[in-house]
């Protein structure tokens, strides 16, 4: 039985009236979407992305793009997804892969979380006129300072700090590898971090030495591949951090196809040229909170306890208990990543079916650390699906220290977010390792494009805190009392512990 073709998602069309064939469509497609048919450029809707590379690179606005022209007769069971699904896996028994973060039609916690503002009795502050403090220290925190005064009358500081991450803006930016995007978006990244007084994340799969320059703004990464991994590396790094799980696949590793294993991701990485990387499910020297206390003392012991070390985990249901014990474990942050976290390559089933928000997450974990006493023995970091100033002023009142943006930071490069990552063919030189893509992402002007995002987005955070009569980002994280639910059922106020809108 033959299953013959299914409709396309999208039908690409050519104004004849305005295109003057010149070829660039065809030049910038790296899918083969069009092709010339005697001395006319004709379009093969079937294999489009949307990722709007030839309308962005075509001079005379000729092509135009409709999602699903034709479509399945509508069923509330059986959506096109699910069909389209099955006829896939009909067809080649095999796992099907996705790219970036849950796509599911779920309503969004975040957009019906609303700020408070100031009036009145209880006036704002204009960040124009007033000092606002945004500088945040990522790390362990003394409950108390202890002090002596010495002979001369001075008073000195007792109490032993342990390193911190200062950072200008509680907005860094999270781990995307070399491998699952190309040096050249790394660099961009790397250089829009410098310029913000921010950091960024390596990703697991190491470092390449074109980074050198910027690695007092890198945090590296322990994965349970340990790609990359050796004393250099870790000497390398401002912080280092050891990724248990990730918001867009929790409870399986992570997953580099072998087409983008070129052979400087082999070497950088320390694998054969092609070959998949595939992480192990769990660290195979970690199943207890004693053993990955072991590996955070470990880490900590060859760095000479130089840099702190953060834990990164999935946000899943009993992600708070999970926190509370990486705040025993010597660690000096802990990640949590939202099921709406991006990644360049994951099983369809795991990226949409697998995991919890991060606003219910983290507003769990920071409760759960508050009520155990160990709140300021770990910072924690927020990330997945962090889209806007709004989102980061939230989730640092729901209890985060700071956040992680991914996908907010690739669109600022360019990415129209079509979630074929994992195919090593990004027209925007982002997600690829084909060296004619990667040249078309220039990491200058990138880098600015980048900065600009963060800036931007920090302004409107300094404008949101005043409003709400707030003028550090200290006074900020927890502070529920600025947040009201709309729309949120009872159970999801009482796991965020903020009040409905009009109470």
Not at 14 to 25: A, L, Q, S, T, Y
């Amino acid at each position: 039985m033959v299953l013959g073709s299914v409709p396309v998602k999208y039908r690409v069309t050519i104004d004849r009236d305005r295109c003057m064939e010149c070829g660039r469509c065809i030049e910038n497609c790296p899918y083969g979407t069009f092709r010339w048919e005697g001395d006319k450029i004709t379009a093969v809707s079937r294999n489009c992305t949307a990722c709007h590379r030839c309308i962005a690179m075509c001079p005379r606005d000729a092509i135009g793009l409709e999602e699903r022209p034709v479509d399945y007769r509508s069923h509330p069971v059986w959506t096109v997804e699910a069909r389209e699904a099955i006829f896939n896996q009909a067809r080649t028994g095999r796992v099907i892969l996705a790219g970036m973060g849950n796509a599911q039609p779920l309503p969004s916690i975040f957009d019906r979380l609303l700020l408070d503002a100031c009036q009145v009795t209880n006036p704002s502050i204009d960040p124009l006129r007033e000092p606002m403090e945004l500088r945040t220290y990522i790390g362990k925190k003394p409950k108390r300072l202890e002090f002596s005064r010495t002979g001369a009358g001075d008073v000195e500081l007792e109490t032993k700090l342990t390193p911190n991450l200062m950072l200008e803006t509680p907005i860094m930016i999270g781990h995307m590898s070399y491998g699952a995007i190309s040096l050249n978006a790394q660099l961009a990244l790397a250089r829009a971090v410098h310029k913000t007084g921010t950091f960024m994340g390596t990703g697991e799969g190491g470092m390449h030495p074109n980074l050198y320059p910027y690695q007092d703004r890198l945090i590296v990464q322990v994965a349970s591949g340990r790609f990359g991994v050796g004393i250099d590396y870790l000497e390398r790094g401002a912080a280092i951090e050891i990724k248990i799980g990730q918001g867009a696949k929790p409870g399986i590793g992570g997953h580099l196809p072998g087409e983008k294993v070129c052979a400087d991701v082999s070497c950088t990485r320390m694998i054969p040229l092609g070959s998949d990387a595939i992480s192990p499910a769990p660290h195979h020297d970690i199943y207890s909170i004693e053993d990955l206390a072991q590996l955070v003392r470990s880490l900590k012991e060859a760095t000479e306890w130089k840099k702190p070390v953060f834990v990164k985990i999935a946000a899943v249901h009993n992600a708070a208990a999970i926190a509370a014990g990486i705040a025993r474990s010597g660690a000096d942050a802990v990640v949590v990543d939202g099921f709406r976290g991006g990644t360049g390559a994951a099983p369809k089933v795991f990226r949409d079916h697998v995991g919890i928000p991060i606003e219910a997450a983290v507003s769990a974990v920071d409760a759960k650390l508050r009520d155990q006493g160990v709140r300021n023995e770990i910072s924690v970091i927020a990330s997945g699906g962090i889209r806007n100033s709004a989102d980061v002023t939230k989730a640092i009142a729901l209890g985060a220290d700071a956040i992680y943006i991914g996908t907010a930071a690739l669109v600022a490069m360019g990415c129209r977010v079509c979630g074929n990552c994992y195919r090593g063919l990004c027209p925007w030189g982002i997600a690829t390792q084909r060296p004619d893509l990667v040249a078309r992402l220039d990491p200058e002007k990138e880098a600015v494009h980048v900065a600009n995002l963060i800036e931007a987005w920090t302004l409107e955070v300094s404008e949101l805190m005043g409003a709400a009569g707030i003028n550090a980002i200290e006074s900020l994280r927890g502070n529920r009392d600025r947040l009201r639910g709309y729309m949120l059922d009872e159970g999801m106020l009482e796991v965020l512990d903020v009040l409905p809108a009009g109470a």
